[in-house]
């Protein structure tokens, strides 16, 4: 059971747009930064988004993040089905608990 | 460009201990303000965070993993270590080990240079 909560699949065609959500409370998103990870298959999880909204250099503008209190949304424009992979959400959990914490991952199909 | 790499045994008897080492290369892992942190995945499920160690040595750990993980650093090799004692099947996993700083001048501090990963088994 993760902390931080996404939807297991999401899918969309080619050149579509597609939101994946990542839903915590007060004592991790709500109060510190988020960061998305995309994991390819076979291969270590890349930081996409850091920041809430910030893209790396190298990550294109078709990725981006948000955030409202406690909840963050990664957005993915003009799908490509290089972008099949599963996604992760993380940040700082400052309850009791501390740590770094994730979502459970998000598994992106482009139809 | 900084490189990790992992390194260790594959296969732990239940009740053992599993210890792994990450190599960097590419900087000095006693540069800058780094954190180096452990993950780990088991198979077809999500990321797990173990714990990360400062290059003063300093550690944060998992509560849940707590009492069983120890992360070290040797700056002298450029590496860092887990130990996480009384293994069983559920501590079969990929184990990736990771760098942790800011991009720039970002607020917080993110993953941003990973290991490939080594798959650890727990099985007699």
């Known amino acids: 059971q993760s902390v931080l909560t996404q939807p297991p699949s999401v899918s969309a065609a080619p050149g579509q747009k597609v939101t994946i959500s990542c839903s915590g409370s007060?004592?991790?998103?709500?109060?510190?930064?988020v960061s998305w990870y995309q994991q390819l298959p076979g291969t270590a999880p890349k930081l996409l988004i850091y920041?809430?909204?910030k893209r790396p250099s190298g990550i294109p503008d078709r990725f981006s993040g948000s955030k409202s209190g406690t909840s963050a949304t990664l957005g993915i424009t003009g799908l490509q089905t290089g972008d099949e992979a599963d996604y992760y959400c993380?940040?700082?959990?400052?309850?009791?608990?501390?740590?770094?914490?994730f979502g459970g991952g998000t598994k992106l199909t482009v139809l | 460009q900084v490189q990790l790499q992992e390194s260790g045994p594959g296969l732990v008897r239940p009740s053992q201990t599993l210890s792994l080492t990450c190599t960097v290369s590419?900087?000095?892992?006693?540069?800058?303000?780094?954190?180096w942190i452990w993950i780990r995945q088991p198979a077809g499920k999500g990321l797990e965070w173990i714990g990360r160690?400062?290059?003063?040595?300093?550690?944060n750990y998992n509560p849940s993993l707590m009492s069983r993980v120890t992360i070290s650093v040797d700056t002298s090799k450029n590496q860092f270590s887990l130990k996480l004692s009384s293994v069983t099947a559920a501590d079969t996993a990929v184990y990736y080990c990771?760098?942790?700083?800011?991009?720039?001048?970002?607020?917080?501090?993110?993953?941003?240079?990973w290991g490939q990963g080594t798959l650890v088994t727990v099985s007699s």
């Open positions: 990771a760098r942790e700083g800011r991009i720039g001048y970002s607020y917080g501090l993110y993953f941003d240079y």
């Open positions: 590419g900087g000095s892992i006693s540069s800058g303000s780094y954190y």
């Open positions: 160690v400062y290059t003063t040595g300093s550690t």
């Open positions: 007060s004592s991790n998103i709500g109060n510190n930064y």
């Open positions: 920041d809430n909204n």
């Open positions: 993380g940040t700082w959990d400052s309850s009791l608990s501390a740590g770094q914490v």
